[in-house]
């Protein structure tokens, strides 16, 4: 396992064990940015008005189409370290 696979597995435990709840726009961009590290492009149809929540987790994995896993992983990392240096202030 690479380094960076392990620095990105050990940042979506922290992410699950942070103290405080991130607000809902830092959630949709973690959910987006582990999608994209693990899974790569967005694919399937966009879910209708009416499913605001995966609508907006969809939307939010779109806007990463063309990221590559690595970047994905390295900019998930930095938000979680981001978010952990913040809730202990």
Known sequence: MSDLRAKFDQ???DAQNLPKRPENDVL???YA??????VGDVSGTRPGILDMTN???YDAWAKLKGTASE??????IALVEQLKKAATK
């Open 33 to 38: 940015l582990y999608k994209q590290a693990t």
């Open 28 to 30: 949709l961009k973690l």
């Open 55 to 57: 609508r907006l987790k």
């Open 11 to 13: 940042a979506a435990q």
């Open 71 to 76: 970047q994905a992983q390295t900019d998930y």
